[in-house]
């Protein structure tokens, strides 16, 4: 299959520890050049702890600076170089909401906003949990974690008291996976 369009160069054009921005010199479907911006960030995870009553989840709520607002969300985390996304997610909810989880699921994959950037996220199930300690960032020293029922969390989403993409997403693969 011939791709519409056809990338002649690409520069970056900022930098920074967590992304970049390209500015790729581009063959547009028209066949006029132009020039396309692109994100490129590391992808991330987004996990589920699946609390032992099999009934609900838990979540876990955080201050976000673009935002300047509180989020709910799954618990979610970058995917450091060299890491596998499995690793991830199991690092990522140790130190959010100090479990670990004895079963593990990958139960989706999406692209965060294909239209300016390549990052993905990979979707886990995390069940039969044990508590133990969180190790919280600095920037994550507010967060607090909650238990919330399906039906809670459905509410949540449908009255906009859950706005994160990822979560939404995640919590739609979720559901499907456990209808099966």
């Not at 396309?36 to 201050?63: E, T």
């Not at 799954?74 to 170089?81: D, E, F, L, V, Y």
Request: charged letters at 25%; aromatic letters at 14%.
């Amino acid at each position: 299959m011939k791709k519409p369009w056809r990338k002649i160069s690409a520069q970056v054009v900022h930098k920074n520890p967590w992304w970049q921005v390209r500015a790729d010199q581009v063959i547009c479907p028209d066949g006029r050049r132009g020039v396309y911006y692109v994100a490129d960030l590391r992808h991330f995870v987004s996990v589920f702890p699946l609390a032992n009553d099999g009934k609900s989840l838990y979540l876990i709520r955080q201050w976000r600076y673009p935002i300047d607002q509180n989020s709910w969300e799954s618990s979610q985390g970058t995917i450091n170089r060299a890491e596998m996304p499995l690793a991830a997610a199991k690092r990522e909810l140790r130190e959010e909401t100090g479990f670990t989880a004895k079963k593990w699921n990958k139960i989706g994959f999406s692209y965060l906003a294909n239209g300016f950037a390549n990052q993905a996220f990979y979707i886990y199930v995390a069940r039969d949990l044990t508590p133990g300690v969180r190790r919280l960032e600095s920037t994550e020293q507010d967060m607090i974690m909650k238990k919330f029922s399906f039906q809670q969390i459905d509410h949540m989403i449908s009255q906009g008291i859950i706005l994160d993409a990822p979560t939404i997403v995640s919590f739609y693969y979720l559901n499907k996976y456990l209808r099966r």
